[in-house]
């Protein structure tokens, strides 16, 4: 299938045309998680978004390989270079060793994945795999006069670059107000702005994961990682590099800068970054607390997919407010789409000629920017095209396969119930009635009771404003 792909490009601020460096091949890295503490929904949506910007590569032809890190080590809990690393704070909170943390927390971290059908990269590496590359970049942008030794740490010298803001318009009286925390000053430092490419003990001796190096014993600061897996996996010239909007500065600032400076050429030729979701309070935060998880979603009676959904009604640049009201909505949308297509036989022969009309339209709905809302639409246009159920069905799993909104898994129940799809319907909703009147008699424990029992045979159900609400869990 030939159709442009349009991508909006941190680096040059503004909306260009996808061209990569091999044709037909994409080299693709996403920064991974720190895995200190469970996900939450906030993080997860960079996640889905950049994993239908991969599926939909794929969908229009090109062959990807993605690249992700897993940072189980060095990033502290402010961008200033200060603060305690977050590894060892998530040990300290739960009595752990920082490597049974990470395991612990990656694992979570792909099981919520798994949950919202969001793909595994073709390569996930951890930090502490890559200790020895940390080190032979950091020697090498000493040997270039990249980088210096002060206080026993190794820092990297931005006074050497000709734009260290490559990818912000902002100067540098604004950036040093921290992303996440407040900066605090480093008197090592030669120029503000430097940052961190080996700690030694003597910044913290309670550090638990420490190697030998050049430099004396210590650990990598947070920005290398990434260059050096990303150099590792796809080599010197890279396509894509995404992550959220709060990893623009400094962490991909800092990334461009080492990187450049070590292979003496430019690195990455788009940049993608995905907007916040905030709450009425602002950002959802882990170092905040008060964060949303997957499972928690799931436990109030909502359906990954849903949350999904909700991401994908919004554009990946703008910001978005989350709220019940919302989800809600969005909930009652998706059982909705579930149900027309649930009804779809899968009779007739498919018709190729439209498959293929579709796929393309599909394909050109979504090639300026990603725009994922105009995607949901094609889905839409196709449940009222006067076409057999077996083409609708043939490109429904076409569309989902990018969108992965779990749509098949319709047809998948009604033909595994081959017609007790009524019955159950007729128990839940018995179920539902006898808890409502329950609580008008105020016996509560009851109410509780009923809800307990759907739970344990996988049906959630939740009270809104509109009325209770029931999903099947897979």
Same mark, same amino acid.
């Given at each position: 299938?030939?159709? +442009?792909?349009?991508?909006?490009?941190?680096?040059?601020?503004?909306?260009?045309?996808?061209?990569?460096?091999?044709?037909?091949?994409?080299?693709?890295?996403?920064?991974?998680?720190?895995?200190?503490?469970?996900?939450?929904?906030?993080?997860?949506?960079?996640?889905?978004?950049?994993?239908?910007?991969?599926?939909?590569?794929?969908?229009?032809?090109?062959?990807?390989?993605?690249?992700?890190?897993?940072? @189980?080590?060095?990033?502290?809990?402010?961008?200033?270079?200060?603060?305690?690393?977050?590894?060892?704070?998530?040990?300290?909170?739960?009595?752990?060793?920082?490597?049974?943390?990470?395991?612990?927390?990656?694992?979570?971290?792909?099981?919520? *994945?798994?949950?919202?059908?969001?793909?595994?990269?073709?390569?996930?590496?951890?930090?502490?795999?890559?200790?020895?590359?940390?080190?032979?970049?950091?020697?090498?942008?000493?040997?270039?006069?990249?980088?210096?030794?002060?206080?026993?740490?190794?820092?990297?010298?931005?006074?050497?670059? @000709?734009?260290?803001?490559?990818?912000?318009?902002?100067?540098?009286?604004?950036?040093?107000?921290?992303?996440?925390?407040?900066?605090?000053?480093?008197?090592? +430092?030669?120029?503000?702005?430097?940052?961190?490419?080996?700690? &030694?003990?003597?910044?913290?001796?309670?550090?638990?994961?420490?190697?030998?190096?050049?430099?004396?014993?210590?650990?990598?600061?947070?920005?290398?990682? *990434?260059?050096?897996?990303?150099?590792?996996?796809?080599?010197?010239?890279?396509?894509?590099?995404?992550?959220?909007?709060?990893?623009?500065?400094?962490?991909?600032?800092?990334?461009?800068?080492?990187?450049?400076?070590?292979?003496?050429?430019?690195?990455?030729?788009?940049?993608?970054?995905?907007?916040?979701?905030?709450?009425?309070?602002?950002?959802?935060?882990?170092?905040?607390?008060?964060?949303?998880?997957?499972?928690?979603?799931?436990?109030?009676?909502?359906?990954?997919?849903?949350?999904?959904?909700?991401?994908?009604?919004?554009?990946?640049?703008?910001?978005?407010?989350?709220?019940?009201?919302?989800?809600?909505?969005?909930?009652?949308?998706?059982? =909705?789409?579930?149900?027309?297509?649930?009804?779809?036989?899968?009779?007739?022969?498919?018709?190729?000629?439209?498959?293929?009309?579709?796929?393309?339209?599909?394909?050109?709905?979504?090639?300026?920017?990603?725009?994922?809302?105009?995607?949901?639409?094609?889905?839409?246009?196709?449940?009222?095209?006067?076409?057999?159920?077996? &083409?609708?069905?043939?490109?429904?799993?076409?569309?989902?396969?990018?969108?992965?909104?779990?749509?098949?898994?319709?047809?998948? =129940?009604?033909?595994?119930?081959?017609?007790?799809?009524?019955?159950?319907?007729?128990?839940?909703?018995? =179920?539902?009635?006898?808890?409502?009147?329950?609580?008008?008699?105020?016996?509560?424990?009851?109410? @509780?009771?009923?809800?307990?029992?759907? =739970?344990?045979?996988?049906?959630?159900?939740?009270?809104?404003?509109?009325?209770?609400?029931?999903?099947?869990?897979?």
């Amino acid at each position: 299938m030939e159709q +442009k792909v349009y991508l909006h490009n941190t680096l040059t601020k503004k909306v260009e045309e996808f061209i990569p460096n091999v044709p037909g091949k994409v080299a693709m890295y996403t920064c991974g998680p720190t895995v200190y503490h469970y996900a939450h929904i906030g993080n997860l949506r960079s996640y889905i978004m950049e994993d239908v910007l991969e599926k939909y590569l794929r969908f229009v032809g090109y062959d990807v390989k993605r690249v992700m890190n897993i940072t @189980d080590v060095g990033h502290l809990s402010s961008d200033g270079d200060t603060g305690e690393d977050k590894m060892l704070a998530g040990a300290k909170r739960e009595n752990k060793t920082v490597m049974d943390i990470a395991k612990f927390y990656t694992d979570a971290f792909f099981e919520d *994945c798994k949950k919202l059908n969001i793909k595994t990269p073709d390569v996930v590496e951890p930090a502490t795999n890559c200790i020895d590359s940390f080190i032979e970049m950091i020697e090498k942008l000493l040997e270039k006069g990249y980088a210096y030794v002060a206080g026993d740490n190794v820092y990297f010298d931005t006074s050497k670059l @000709d734009d260290y803001y490559v990818l912000s318009s902002q100067n540098e009286d604004d950036l040093q107000v921290g992303v996440r925390d407040d900066v605090e000053e480093d008197t090592n +430092k030669k120029n503000k702005t430097d940052f961190v490419l080996w700690f &030694t003990k003597s910044k913290f001796d309670n550090q638990e994961l420490k190697w030998d190096s050049p430099w004396g014993v210590g650990y990598p600061g947070w920005h290398i990682e *990434c260059s050096c897996i990303a150099l590792k996996h796809l080599g010197e010239y890279m396509d894509i590099h995404c992550g959220g909007v709060d990893n623009i500065f400094p962490h991909h600032t800092n990334e461009i800068a080492q990187s450049e400076s070590y292979i003496g050429h430019k690195w990455c030729n788009y940049w993608v970054h995905v907007n916040h979701l905030n709450t009425k309070s602002g950002k959802m935060s882990k170092s905040k607390g008060g964060f949303l998880t997957v499972t928690k979603l799931q436990e109030d009676g909502y359906d990954p997919m849903v949350y999904r959904m909700f991401c994908l009604q919004s554009h990946y640049r703008k910001p978005l407010e989350f709220s019940e009201e919302g989800l809600d909505n969005v909930a009652r949308t998706y059982e =909705k789409l579930l149900n027309r297509v649930k009804k779809l036989t899968g009779e007739g022969e498919v018709d190729a000629e439209q498959l293929e009309a579709y796929k393309a339209k599909f394909a050109a709905s979504m090639s300026n920017d990603i725009n994922t809302s105009m995607g949901i639409t094609v889905l839409y246009d196709l449940l009222k095209e006067d076409y057999n159920d077996a &083409t609708k069905r043939a490109i429904i799993e076409e569309i989902d396969y990018v969108l992965s909104l779990g749509l098949a898994k319709a047809w998948e =129940k009604t033909e595994d119930n081959a017609g007790g799809d009524d019955e159950l319907v007729a128990y839940i909703e018995a =179920k539902i009635e006898e808890r409502a009147q329950a609580k008008k008699n105020k016996d509560f424990a009851r109410a @509780d009771a009923i809800r307990d029992e759907l =739970k344990d045979k996988g049906i959630i159900i939740k009270d809104t404003r509109e009325g209770v609400v029931w999903t099947i869990e897979e």
